[in-house]
């Protein structure tokens, strides 16, 4: 197992709700990131986190808020969402910003 | 010029094939380089970080040409099991390291 930890692991929501997509990391690490895979897509890195700043945000629309308490917890709020936000959500770690990442599972979220 | 390129596949090889990817960046001031690899629906695992002077993991071998601007990765003995899409991962420094994945190619290794 990688460690890392994500939940819910799918998340169906209208497009006026409200939710968050938790991860948690076990491993120690100072950094975490979010990333978007649609289909057929590459990843798109979303935000980047170092030492619980963040030092990345790769011009993601304000309806995506993300919120990192600690260094092994991160959230990404989800708010007025549209359909084509339906996306796996993937959340890594890493010892710092160049070293290599440790995955979770992911989300996959599903907006109606 | 895309910062990160994969030839996308699929590459269909016969078990015991020796297969090659590469992947090429357009960053010359990139630091660090990995290999992932995906199985359908899943998220990415390390398969290998990239060093300088090559490495080498069981079957796998990755290389480094900073020359060239490119990463390799060879699969020799080829299993079922190697079937997956292999990503390619490069840091770039610019005030801090940000990561840029390869759309990744797909391999298919038949018996």
């Known amino acids: 197992e990688t460690g890392v930890t994500q939940t819910p692991r799918h998340l169906v929501m209208g497009m006026t709700n409200k939710k968050s997509l938790k991860c948690e990391q076990h491993?120690?690490?100072?950094?975490m990131y979010w990333y978007k895979q649609s289909a057929k897509k590459p990843l798109e890195l979303m935000f980047v986190?170092?030492?619980?700043?963040?030092?990345e945000n790769n011009s993601v629309p304000s309806r995506f808020s993300p919120e990192c308490p600690n260094s092994s917890h991160l959230f990404l709020h989800l708010h007025t969402l549209q359909p084509e936000d339906s996306a796996l959500y993937l959340c890594?770690?890493?010892?710092?910003?160049?070293?290599?990442?440790?995955f979770g599972p992911g989300t996959r979220l599903t907006v109606t | 010029r895309k910062e990160v390129e994969q030839d996308p596949g699929p590459f269909n090889v016969p078990e015991g094939a020796t297969v090659a990817f590469n992947c090429t960046y357009s960053?010359?001031?990139?630091?660090?380089f990995f290999w992932y690899r995906q199985d359908c629906r899943k998220e990415p695992k390390l398969l290998m970080s990239?060093?300088?002077s090559g490495n080498e993991d069981g079957r796998f071998t990755a290389q480094l040409n900073r020359a060239s601007q490119y990463i390799s990765l060879l699969i020799r003995d080829s299993k079922l099991s190697d079937s997956a899409t292999y990503l390619c991962?490069?840091?770039?420094?610019?005030?801090?390291?940000?990561?840029?994945f390869g759309r990744g190619t797909s391999l298919i290794v038949h018996p």
């Open positions: 986190y170092s030492l619980e700043e963040r030092v």
């Open positions: 960053n010359s001031a990139s630091q660090s």
């Open positions: 991962v490069v840091n770039s420094y610019g005030g801090s390291y940000i990561p840029t």
């Open positions: 491993l120690g690490h100072n950094a």
């Open positions: 890594a770690s890493s010892q710092g910003p160049r070293y290599e990442q440790y």
């Open positions: 990239v060093y300088s």
